[in-house]
């Protein structure tokens, strides 16, 4: 991999997206199929937020204990809550062409664990994560070694 400069180089273009009329049930079945942590939220092409895993918990019923009347619970309340309802509105975003150290200071910045990359008209064309750093971290120690 040659040196990544730019948020481009190391941003996941294959995302999967949720739309603010998606029940959380649905949701759910999703993040955890495809083992996503950060959900970005458009309508059409554009990002209107992003919905966590944190935000996943909030509405998770408050138990230890796991039963069948709780994961009941959980499922009637998951079926019947929209992603609009519980979505994080105010992000913090970059752009592709972002130098790689200034979204890591942006990171860092954050409580969502993730930067979502939009072009000048706000279209959704990427997220960087925090896995994301890890793995460019990982590579350029491997290549100097």
């Not at 092409?45 to 918990?57: A, T």
């Amino acid at each position: 991999m040659p040196n990544p400069k730019v948020v481009a180089d190391i941003m996941t273009r294959d995302l999967i997206t949720v739309c603010e009329e998606d029940n959380l049930q649905g949701v759910q079945l999703d993040m955890d199929l495809f083992r996503k942590r950060h959900l970005p939220v458009v309508d059409g092409k554009r990002l209107v937020g992003l919905l966590s895993h944190r935000d996943m918990l909030r509405m998770s019923t408050g138990s230890l204990e796991r039963s069948s009347l709780t994961d009941s619970i959980d499922a009637h309340r998951k079926a019947d809550t929209f992603v609009a309802e519980v979505m994080t509105r105010d992000l913090v975003t970059t752009s592709p062409q972002t130098p790689i150290v200034e979204a890591a200071k942006l990171l860092t910045n954050t409580s969502h664990g993730c930067l979502p990359v939009v072009d000048d008209a706000g279209n959704l064309v990427g997220i960087v994560t925090e896995h994301d750093f890890v793995v460019l971290v990982t590579q350029l120690l491997t290549d100097d070694a």
